[in-house]
């Protein structure tokens, strides 16, 4: 492992893939934070979705600063998923992170998740604890996914965690070797495609976490999940290219599941054992009930929001989703919520 900057043409070891698309709010914060690692051996690249407020100007002045930082910007808005994949598209490191434009990485985050791959050539993804910051940048939670739990080395057991156990996809957001993307679902068109894609890479390879909290999600309410509710609305936000029709988010997630059983690298009885553990994914996490609300909200759209409601004020909210309008600041130091 090197902490020299990259010089003139030569491949850096980590590209920190930045999506971002009228992200002027925080956007310096998240630029700042990469620019800011006590590993420097990278490249920040960030593409911008055809921007209309300051972004394009905050962009300039910062990559003026570091040269590390390469901008792409779209003529159109493409969707986040476009997006999301041209940051993987341009990027040239041999490891990979997206990071969203309204997070943060703490400084020593890339050093302590390089030193994990490189000790660990088996693993593809590797991730920290998250702590939650409020708008201000405040930590209001720590939320523990429990990604270790997908470590081991049976690909239908790690497989088994991320499909079938309730965690906040935030796993989306951790260093994979380059080399495991390929062929990968990276960011799919379709509300769930970050949970897609952390099963495939469950098949491909052990996934880590180091157990100390150096990333920060930002919650606030400008996040797609809080402003789409609508199924439309959704298919829209994640591929503006892609014409209105039947969209059944828990079905494609499904059915995204049998492909990468089928097509991954597994033997004949791991991929039964696989999909035995998708029979039992119908009766986990209520996805009977989420596809049954796939199909009425063909002629009800927004029923998939009102269900989550229902269910949140029922049963409370899942791991590593908060109030907004409940949050009081982290008491102490190693505070973990909404992991179980």
């Known amino acids: 492992m090197t902490d020299e900057e990259p010089s003139g043409n030569s491949r850096p070891l ?6 971002v698309f009228n992200g002027a709010a925080y956007l310096e914060d998240a630029v700042r934070s990469a620019m800011n690692q006590t590993f420097t051996d990278l490249e920040i690249v960030v593409s911008d979705n055809a921007s209309t407020d300051s972004t394009p100007a905050i962009l300039e002045r910062l990559a003026g600063e570091d ?23 341009e990027a040239r490191g041999v490891y990979f992170k997206w990071l969203a ?12 998740m390089i030193e994990t791959l490189e000790a660990h050539p088996e693993a593809v993804l590797v991730n920290a604890i998250t702590d939650y910051i409020d708008d ?12 270790r739990k997908a470590s081991g080395d049976d690909p239908v057991a790690r497989f088994a965690e ?6 906040s996809c935030v796993d989306f957001f951790g260093v994979c070797r380059m080399e495991a993307l390929d062929g990968s679902l990276l960011h799919g068109p379709f509300h769930g495609a970050d949970r897609a894609f952390l099963a495939q890479m469950a098949l491909r390879g052990r996934l880590l976490q180091v ?8 919650e606030h309410s400008q996040r797609y999940t809080r402003i789409q509710q609508k199924v439309r609305d959704r298919e829209g936000w994640h591929d503006a290219r892609r014409k209105r029709g039947w969209n059944l ?3 494609r997630l499904y059915g995204e599941y049998v492909k990468m059983v089928a097509c991954e690298r597994l033997t004949s009885g791991q991929r039964l054992r696989a999909f035995a553990v998708l029979l039992r994914w119908w009766v986990s996490n209520w996805n009977a009930v989420r596809a049954g609300v796939d199909i009425v909200s063909l002629a009800f759209p927004g029923l998939p929001a009102l269900a989550e409601r229902v269910k949140i004020r029922i049963f409370g ?6 109030d907004l309008g409940n949050r009081d600041p982290v008491p102490g130091k190693d505070a973990v919520t909404g992991s179980r």
């Open 14 to 19: 980590v590209t920190i893939g930045i999506p």
């Open 67 to 89: 040269r590390r930082i390469r901008v792409f910007r779209n003529e159109t808005n493409l969707g986040a998923a476009p997006n999301y994949n041209r940051c993987h598209e």
């Open 101 to 112: 434009h309204d997070d943060r990485m703490k400084p020593g985050y890339l050093a302590a």
């Open 136 to 147: 201000n940048g405040d930590r209001f939670a720590t939320y523990d996914s429990e990604l």
């Open 162 to 167: 991320m499909v079938l156990r309730s965690h």
């Open 211 to 218: 157990r100390e909290p150096l990333i920060e999600m930002r």
């Open 249 to 251: 988010p828990t079905w």
């Open 317 to 322: 909210l899942a791991p590593g989703h908060y």
